[in-house]
């Protein structure tokens, strides 16, 4: 994942917003991916968005593009204690081959 | 609809041994990919499969290799294992692998070589 890259942790307080950024090199990635894992699990998809998009909303979920820069954000909001897991972002321009960062451990405090 | 179902769930192997492991997806799904996650390197991408035929990939040594059956369900072979393939690895299917279709990921296996 060394194209793809996240800071490695984040906490916030329950019932505050959360925002995981990412940076990514590609500028070819015609799909952009965030993913959750929760321990013991595999990666869930929460949202993508596709290049040509600024914005997404989803529920508490907001993505923000920022093509020019290659920075993506995960904002959630209201976080709760059952959003504390580790959260991939992700790029891909075809056949699944995806290049995942690190990973943002999300904690969430009560 | 079941998800996707890997086995074995953990497995532990040595130095030199190889390794099978087993990936069923979601009924209907024809795409099947692999993944290798550790802790230094994050999720790596290994190859993916679509009707029995490799399509795309990773950059893995030989020693890793796969396969896809008629009925989708793919394997993927590891041989003379070694330390640094100890890893958590996940298969994903999807309905043809296109990139606007969601990818589901299974539980992973949990793989350590002593």
């Known amino acids: 994942g060394e194209d793809v890259e996240q800071s490695l942790f984040l906490s916030v307080r329950e019932g505050d917003s959360s925002v995981i950024n990412c940076t990514y090199t590609d500028s070819s990635s015609t799909y952009l991916y965030w993913y959750k894992q929760e321990p013991g699990a595999g990666l869930q998809l929460l949202t993508y968005?596709?290049?040509?998009?600024d914005m997404k909303q989803d529920q508490r979920l907001t993505v923000l593009l920022n093509k020019k820069d290659k920075h993506l954000s995960l904002r959630i909001a209201d976080t709760q204690t059952g959003d504390s897991a580790i959260y991939f972002c992700a790029e891909s321009m075809d056949n699944n081959d995806m290049r995942f960062g690190a990973g943002t451990r999300l904690t969430v405090k009560p | 609809k079941a998800g996707v179902t890997q086995t074995p769930r953990y497995l532990i192997k040595t130095r030199g041994q190889q390794v099978t492991l087993s990936c069923s997806p979601i009924s209907g799904h024809r795409s099947v990919s692999w993944y290798q996650q550790t802790p230094g390197q994050g999720l790596q991408f290994l190859f993916e499969y679509f009707s029995e035929t490799q399509r795309n990939k990773g950059n893995f040594p030989g020693r890793f290799s796969g396969r896809q059956f008629s009925n989708s369900r793919s394997e993927m072979n590891v041989s003379t294992l070694e330390l640094g393939d100890s890893a958590l690895y996940l298969c994903?299917?999807?309905?043809?692998?296109?990139?606007?279709?969601?990818?589901?990921f299974g539980s992973g296996t949990q793989l350590s070589v002593l």
């Open positions: 968005i596709f290049s040509n998009m």
């Open positions: 994903a299917s999807s309905l043809s692998g296109q990139n606007n279709e969601k990818l589901f």
